[in-house]
């Protein structure tokens, strides 16, 4: 949907590696969550290795938290 990809561009300000980067951050996050954290799974749909997925959630910072209400809330904001 064209309205959707507009509100994922307006949501962030910045460069464009900045945006590209918030982005890449939000379906990672999104990836995950929608397959319960499956690293191999989530590797696999997003075409990447499991090192590579590794390395992209050690670069933003992502980790798994139990509390999965909470992840939905940062996913969301």
Known sequence: DTTDDINIV????G???ERVEALEARVLKETLIRLRWNKSQAAQELG????GLS?????YG????RNVASLSERVNA
């Not at 307006?10 to 300000?13: G, R, W």
């Open 10 to 13: 307006n949501c962030v300000s």
């Open 15 to 17: 460069t464009l590696k």
């Open 48 to 51: 990447l290795s499991r090192v």
């Open 55 to 59: 390395s992209k959630l050690k670069r």
């Open 62 to 65: 992502l980790e798994r938290n």
